[in-house]
């Protein structure tokens, strides 16, 4: 290895390590091993998707990491803690803390108006009202809805939803963000702005962002794509692209 690429291994600090992973499910007699023997390290900074066809063990996987639901058997070290032997408490605390969500259905208070819902996490760390209101509208603008921010949940449609997810997500400025099919609901159009928003965000932050996409353009944005078959990682393929974007987006 070149002295220059070892230095940079080097630098290279591991935000997310999975060792000897397994998730099984008993359905009545049955066994479903959602993941079967999963390994692979993430580190600060990077822009990893998940991708696989339905049923492969991605929800699976994001779930575990986020620690939303127990490993059946193996280890979780996020940030260089083990989550794994978390009690609930723990785990909510970590979670707190820790990480963002952005969900495919995007879990808004339907009677809460924008700028309210992503305030809500804020209000959890006890940072006061005014100062929260503000980071709500400032990420509010940020996903362009301005103009919706005192609309409530229930009257604002899927994309716009999902944009207020998003800002959610990202307000509290989180280490690692996970998404589960963020822009599954939105047009073509939305969905890159946002990508490239959330990618944007994420640099400045030097946040970690971890998205499970079926959609091979979407995953064409990340860093590195972990490709998930029967809840084994079959290939591990990392992608050379500028600061921006996609290295096919010029083809398109
Ligand atoms: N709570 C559960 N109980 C039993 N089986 C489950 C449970 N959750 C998931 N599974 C099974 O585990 C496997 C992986 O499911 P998972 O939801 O992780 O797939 P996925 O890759 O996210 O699929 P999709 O792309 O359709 O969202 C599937 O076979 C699924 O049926
Ligand atoms: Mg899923």
């Known amino acids: 290895m070149a002295e220059e690429a070892q230095n940079l291994e080097k630098k290279r600090i591991p935000m997310i390590q999975v060792k000897n992973l397994y998730k099984i499910y008993r359905v009545g007699d049955t066994k479903v091993h959602a993941l079967d023997g999963v390994d692979f390290t993430i580190y600060k900074g990077e822009f990893c998707a998940i991708v696989g066809p339905s049923g492969s063990g991605k929800s699976t996987l994001l779930n575990m990491l986020a620690g939303l639901e127990k490993p059946t058997k193996g280890e979780i070290v996020i940030d260089r803690v083990h989550i794994e032997h978390m009690t609930e408490n723990q785990l909510v605390g970590f979670r707190r803390e820790r990480v963002g ?26 940072v006061p009202k005014k100062k929260r209101n503000a980071v709500a509208k400032k990420y509010l603008k940020l996903v362009g809805l301005e103009k919706q921010q005192d609309h409530m949940a229930n009257a604002m449609s899927g994309g716009q939803q999902q944009r ?10 989180p280490k690692i ?15 890159m702005d ?3 928003l959330m990618q944007k965000i994420v640099r400045e932050q030097n946040q970690t962002l971890i998205m499970v996409t079926h959609d091979n353009y979407l995953a064409s ?15 591990i393929e990392e992608l050379h692209h500028g600061e921006y974007g996609a290295k096919q987006e010029e083809d398109r």
């Open 101 to 126: 969500f952005i969900f495919q259905s995007y879990n808004l208070l339907k009677t809460l108006n924008a700028v309210e819902n992503v305030a809500l996490p804020l209000s959890f760390r006890g």
């Open 164 to 173: 207020v997810g998003i800002a959610r997500a990202l307000a509290v400025n």
């Open 177 to 191: 963000i996970f998404a589960d099919e963020p822009t599954g609901n939105l047009d073509s159009k939305t969905t």
């Open 194 to 196: 946002i990508l490239r």
């Open 221 to 235: 944005f990340a860093d590195r794509q972990f490709h998930i078959v029967d809840g084994k990682i079959t290939k």
